[in-house]
């Protein structure tokens, strides 16, 4: 019997010794990361522009809008997050369009006035600089009599159109109105205009400092009365748009403070020596 019960007990262990281990089964695979959503795309603010006012708007040779209101709206944007968008407008067309809500603002050397402002909302100044006469080197100015009979050009639905049309005309001074400021060097290259009243960095830049500019020159004082040339250059937007307004105020803020707008000034006006956000 204790024969029989060994020999059991020995068959037990070699059964147990013999038998194969069974590996672990394997850890479920973590399942893979969902892609990561695209970023949305920021939301588009159109912005009017009027690309006949070089060095503030005009446009390369390949037709893209450049100058320093496209930059500055450029900068503006990327502090507001959106993606600004901008939309070709004739001038004297700027403000119905605006309210007509073809675009969202106007950020094209546009100045705030009082006449303006019945229609429209302004944000605070992006910049101001004051307006000049120009007229051929030979002419003798003294006071808006001392050329009477003369022709002068001027940008329709303008500031400078407002002043000539106040102080100028009644004087004998012969004023034409424009679709666009470059129509106006158009007509002094070819002799059917005597000279013309403009912001002085855009006449500057735009005319007196290239070949067909060269006989003419500015006169009398610097042009910023209130009552024709307003506060300085604001963007336009329509009324009640204050969250709007209220941004683009903060970001005019920010890069007048972090050197952004150093830079874009630079870019146009180092030259000049002149910072035109003005007083």
Do not use: H
Request: proline letters at 7%; hydrophobic letters at 35%; glycine letters at 8%.
């Amino acid at each position: 019997m204790k024969k029989l019960l060994l020999a059991l007990a020995v068959a037990t262990l070699a059964a147990a010794c013999g038998k194969k281990e069974e590996p672990a089964p394997a850890p479920a695979a973590a399942p893979a990361p969902a892609p990561a959503a695209p970023a949305p795309e920021p939301a588009v603010l159109k912005v009017a522009i009027d690309p006949t006012y070089e060095p503030f708007t005009f446009k390369t040779a390949d037709g893209k809008p450049t100058g320093f209101d496209v930059d500055i709206a450029t900068a503006l944007c990327e502090q507001i997050k959106r993606k600004c968008e901008f939309v070709e407008q004739v001038w004297d067309s700027m403000i119905p369009g605006l309210n007509a809500k073809k675009y969202d603002v106007i950020i094209s050397s546009m100045s705030i006035t009082d006449e303006r402002l019945k229609e429209v909302d302004f944000t605070d100044k992006y910049y101001n600089t004051p307006s000049r006469i120009v007229v051929k080197k030979s002419v003798t100015y003294t006071e808006p009599a001392s050329i009477k009979g003369k022709k002068i050009g001027v940008l329709k639905g303008s500031t400078q159109e407002k002043y000539a049309m106040g102080d100028l005309k009644p004087a004998g001074v012969v004023v034409n109105s424009y679709e666009a400021q470059d129509q106006v060097y158009l007509d002094i290259k070819s002799g059917r205009l005597d000279g013309t009243v403009a912001d002085f960095m855009e006449v500057t830049g735009g005319f007196l400092s290239k070949p067909e500019g060269a006989n003419y020159q500015l006169v009398g004082p610097d042009l910023k009365m209130p009552q024709y040339f307003g506060y300085g250059a604001g963007i336009a937007l329509r009324k009640g748009e204050d969250k709007l307004k209220g941004e683009l105020n903060a970001a005019i803020k920010t890069i007048r403070g972090n050197g952004s707008y150093k830079t874009i000034n630079d870019k146009y006006f180092a030259k000049y020596n002149i910072d035109v956000y003005g007083e």
